[in-house]
């Protein structure tokens, strides 16, 4: 009982962490399109590195989400 509480709070914090990331990404796009919007002196050409930054953030999440359920599918497969 005990590990499966313990299991369950590091799959919380793992979640909570995770929502975290997304939500700086989130931060970041917005802060982004807003200086476009905004900011005369705020450029494409500002912008173009920042929204690279982004999209590779997102990658590698998406690569982790991806091996999380190749892991699971494989654990699932074994049981």
């Known amino acids: ?3 499966f509480k313990k ?3 590091n799959l919380l914090a793992h979640q909570l962490n995770r929502k975290l990331y997304f939500a700086e990404i989130e931060e970041k796009l917005i802060k982004v399109t807003y200086c476009l919007m905004a900011d005369d002196l705020y ?3 500002h ?3 920042e ?3 982004i999209i590779d ?4 999440e998406k690569r982790a989400i991806m091996n999380e359920i190749g892991r699971l599918e494989d654990s699932d497969g074994r049981a």
């Not at 953030?57 to 590698?60: C, I, K, M, Y």
């Open 51 to 53: 929204l690279i930054k």
């Open 47 to 49: 912008a173009i590195p």
């Open 1 to 3: 009982m005990m590990l």
């Open 57 to 60: 953030q997102l990658e590698l």
């Open 43 to 45: 450029t494409v050409d």
């Open 7 to 9: 299991t369950e709070r």
